[in-house]
């Protein structure tokens, strides 16, 4: 008998205690359709009975984001991992809205409907070779989204320094970048002036903005007539320019950074009525451009 036939036979109201090793169990499986039937063998299994069946649903949602040719049951899986969480998560002490599933949609859900929606070279992104580099970038920040921000990598001045020549742009990354990692810093280390209940919605579109001005700052450095233009603009003139490439990390950026300032705007905020962008999708937006400026430095000869 196989290890996952083991675990098809224990008892469902075990599996919550025991999914480290179920988690060890299937990693071992050889490819990746193999772990998502997997996955979906224990989903399946779990299903009549009333324990969550997040884990799995979420393991498979993730791997088929990965390896799928379009977003589509990956999303769907995810979303199924989500509604386990709200039912099952305040049991257990935990808040659904800070579990995977839900920082995972909040990142890629309605930013891949997004590229969808695009007819230029941004929803090429979403086509292989170049969906590989997209969906990499994707996870790497909600992989980086979860570490603390006491611990988190960043840039120092020096970096700056060596990525924009214009001082004046200099000046304004130096100061939105530092600002923006000081103001998460603020949200999990709050202080008696500050409130996570009521300002992280409001905060997390200012660090948004701000990380999205660091951008916009790299991207002038590079473009001759960049005088009055705004980031749509200006990703427009990068990309025609070859400094934007698609299947990049800063292809990847741009998009990204460019879907979600358009939600510091009330209307468009108010149109997003699933997934919102609180303080992990910001912390987010910090790891997508700490990538891109290593990557930039790299560059450097």
């Excluded at 799928?68 to 769907?76: E, K, Y």
């Excluded at 214009?166 to 999990?188: G, H, V």
């Excluded at 009521?198 to 997390?204: C, G, I, Q, S």
């Excluded at 460019?258 to 009330?266: A, D, G, M, T, V």
Aim: charged share 20%; glycine share 6%.
């Amino acid at each position: 008998m196989s290890a996952l036939d083991q675990i098809l036979q224990q008892d469902p109201f075990l599996f919550e205690g025991d999914w480290s090793r179920i988690d060890q169990v299937v990693g071992t499986l050889g490819s990746i359709p193999e772990r998502v039937a997997a996955w979906e063998a224990i989903a399946n299994y779990l299903k009549p009975h009333p324990v969550s069946k997040g884990m799995p649903y979420f393991r498979a949602g993730h791997l088929r984001l990965v390896n799928d040719p379009d977003a589509t049951l990956a999303l769907t899986l995810i979303e199924a991992a989500y509604k386990e969480d709200m039912q099952y998560g305040p049991s257990t002490g935990k808040i659904a809205q800070r579990m995977g599933a839900y920082r995972l949609l909040a990142l890629t859900k309605g930013f891949i409907q997004y590229l969808e929606s695009k007819k230029n070279w941004e929803s090429e992104q979403l086509k292989p070779p170049n969906r590989q580099i997209l969906i990499t970038t994707l996870l790497a920040v909600y992989n980086g989204s979860l570490v603390h921000i006491l611990d988190a990598d960043g840039h120092t001045y020096q970096s700056f320094f060596k990525v924009i020549q214009d001082k004046s742009l200099l000046s304004f990354a130096i100061e939105n970048y530092f600002c923006a990692e000081n103001l998460i810093e603020m949200f999990f280390v709050q202080g008696p002036h500050f409130s996570r209940h009521t300002n992280e919605y409001p905060l997390a579109r200012a660090i948004v903005g701000l990380f999205a001005g660091v951008l916009e700052a790299m991207l002038a450095d590079k473009i001759p007539d960049a005088k009055g233009k705004t980031l749509g603009p200006l990703i427009h003139e990068a990309e025609k320019a070859d400094i934007i490439k698609v299947g990049t990390k800063l292809g990847a950026l741009s998009s990204m950074m460019l879907y979600l300032r358009n939600h510091i705007h009330p209307d468009r905020n108010a149109s997003r009525t699933e997934y919102f962008i609180d303080i992990n999708v910001a912390k987010g937006c910090k790891v997508a451009l700490d990538w891109v400026i290593a990557d930039l430095l790299n560059a450097k000869p």
